[in-house]
């Protein structure tokens, strides 16, 4: 690799908002983010989605074709 041409990697320091911290590598040496894996409502399980239909279930409802 050329000296000049390629960015220096420095191991870096990962800060959640929820006080995860998280060590890896990347040319920038401290981030700071607002969600992570340990506190993000899909990787934790506390997503809640509502069972929406498509186009032909509310029309089978709407008719009563069910």
């Not at 990697?9 to 060590?23: E, F, L, Q, R």
Request: proline residues 3%; glycine residues 8%; contains cysteine.
């Amino acid at each position: 690799m050329k000296a000049e041409l390629h960015p220096d990697y420095t191991t870096a320091t990962i800060t959640c908002a929820c006080g995860n911290v998280m060590k890896t590598n990347s040319t920038k040496a401290d981030m700071k983010v607002d969600v992570c894996s340990k506190c993000h409502p899909y990787w934790t399980g506390s997503l809640k989605r509502e069972a929406v239909g498509g186009r032909a279930d509310r029309f089978k409802k709407k008719y009563g074709l069910q």
